[in-house]
């Protein structure tokens, strides 16, 4: 290489060490995480099956209403949501705000109408992975590294490639596309990490990119800018039909495109007195007694009825029913199920049982439908088993990039230095690319902060504090 290539290179390789730096720790938290909420279902289908699964009696299952009556005697309070099994030996869900305020999730044998157990909202094992794989258990600043997580990686993945390309001076398939060395010596690790990154790169940036619409900052501007500009809001929102300041996330969980959502209002009927019953059980937000009591306001559809004209819309096993929110709320029918195609919101007129607005997938805008997509990929639904054996084989492979790098770097490191990629002769080069870098971040705010923060760290404190590793 001629000089201006070495700095360039020398560059890349700089800043690449500063992406693993920051990233590596994790990127194998996310990797393990990750790799185990692929199995969700299987995960409490085998922790929670006192729970979570009954055995199918010869008779139909019982009724709605008596499932809400078992569950508001076990656990007095305000039904807020009911979910029936998707499937034959699946149990019945149904979320119940407590009189002291606490929601938890009831969980009924749908065919002897008999509470099984109770759990927090989203205290499945399940849940709680994802909790941790988002770190949205530790708070919006944790969730804040885990957004420039996802920036960073996207630069590992670019100046990886960058680093990995054959150059002239590279002969044969050797640290290209094969493994040189025995586990003794660096150029093992170097090759194996080589080698492993090209493997897994692409899945590394695609995982990167779907992740982040679920990210503290970048995704909540993201999701507001794509359904103020119909490009993630359904078309059926547009309708010309009375809509209240209720958003669809209030009611349960929502596709990513629906986080702005507004639900429609129903119209009482004149004679109604709708105004009386606001505190009334199924009225979400409002205190209720400590009696059990009936699952709506007697002038509204009776649970039964709304369960009865949901099975005929036909939406896709494993959907929810969430209850009318005050005097002109309405019932709210959503399923996210693995086929991305099958995903719907409905709403019914609490009093009439009239469709308001019937929300599928085809009616999303284009950045939602891609965003759905990737998110189903990303969560290992949309293609069954061979979209979680890819993710899985994904998820193993990064943790050995991670170690790989871990192992590498031990080996070239000085002794009791941090062993930074020496810098480029002409400090230009550096500059360059960290504007290149900077204008990219300004798509990621976090994430070009991060960026800055470090550029300014390698300018005062590198020379000085870290002294260079050894040439690759």
């Not at 596709?255 to 199924?282: E, F, I, M």
């Not at 599928?360 to 939602?368: K, R």
Request: a positive charge; aromatic letters at 10%.
């Amino acid at each position: 290489m001629d000089s201006r290539d070495k700095d360039l290179y020398r560059a890349v390789w700089r800043w690449h060490f500063y992406a693993g730096l920051l990233v590596l720790p994790f990127l194998v938290w996310l990797a393990i995480t990750g790799g185990l909420y692929l199995f969700k279902a299987e995960i409490d289908g085998w922790w929670h099956r006192d729970l979570k699964v009954v055995v199918p009696a010869a008779s139909a299952p019982r009724p709605a209403s008596e499932w809400v009556a078992a569950a508001l005697a076990a656990q007095p309070g305000t039904l807020r949501k009911l979910t029936p099994g998707a499937w034959a030996t699946g149990s019945a869900e149904l979320g119940i705000r407590r009189a002291d305020g606490e929601r938890v999730t009831v969980y009924v044998d749908p065919y002897r109408a008999q509470v099984l157990g109770t759990l927090p909202d989203g205290g499945t094992l399940a849940w709680t992975i994802r909790k941790l794989h988002s770190l949205k258990a530790f708070g919006p600043v944790a969730r804040g590294f885990i957004e420039m997580a996802a920036g960073w990686s996207l630069l590992l993945v670019l100046t990886g490639l960058y680093l990995w390309w054959p150059r002239g001076d590279r002969k044969g398939r050797g640290g290209v596309l094969t493994v040189r060395g025995r586990p003794r010596q660096r150029v093992f690790w170097r090759d194996l990490h080589a080698v492993t990154g090209l493997a897994v790169g692409a899945v590394l940036a695609f995982l990167a990119l779907t992740g982040m619409p679920w990210s503290v900052l970048w995704g909540q501007q993201v999701n507001q800018w794509a359904n103020g500009h119909n490009f993630g809001y359904p078309a059926g929102v547009r309708v010309q039909v009375p809509m209240s300041q209720q958003r669809l996330p209030e009611t349960g969980s929502t596709a990513w495109s629906l986080a702005q959502a507004q639900v429609p209002q129903s119209k009482a009927p004149a004679s109604s007195g709708a105004d009386d019953h606001a505190g009334h059980a199924g009225h979400a937000g409002h205190e209720a007694p400590a009696a059990p009591r009936p699952a709506t306001p007697p002038d509204m559809l009776s649970v039964d009825a709304v369960m009865a004209r949901v099975q005929r819309l036909g939406l896709a096993p494993g959907y929810s029913v969430s209850l009318p929110s005050g005097p002109t709320g309405v019932f709210t029918a959503a399923v996210y199920p693995h086929d991305v195609a099958q995903q719907r919101v409905v709403h019914l007129d609490a009093y009439s049982g009239a469709v308001l607005l019937d929300m599928g997938y085809a009616g999303y805008g284009p950045l939602g439908r891609w965003l759905e997509w990737g998110i189903n990929v990303h969560l290992g639904q949309e293609y069954g088993v061979p979209n979680q054996a890819v993710l899985v084989l994904a998820c193993l492979a990064i943790v050995l990039l991670c170690v790989s790098a871990a192992v590498m770097w031990w080996k070239r490191r000085p002794a009791r230095a941090l062993g930074v990629p020496p810098a480029p002769a002409d400090p230009r080069m550096m500059r360059g690319l960290l504007g290149l870098l900077v204008v990219g971040g300004l798509l990621f705010p976090l994430v070009g902060a991060s960026l800055l923060m470090m550029g300014v760290l390698d300018r005062l404190l590198a020379p000085r504090l870290l002294p260079p590793a050894t040439p690759r």
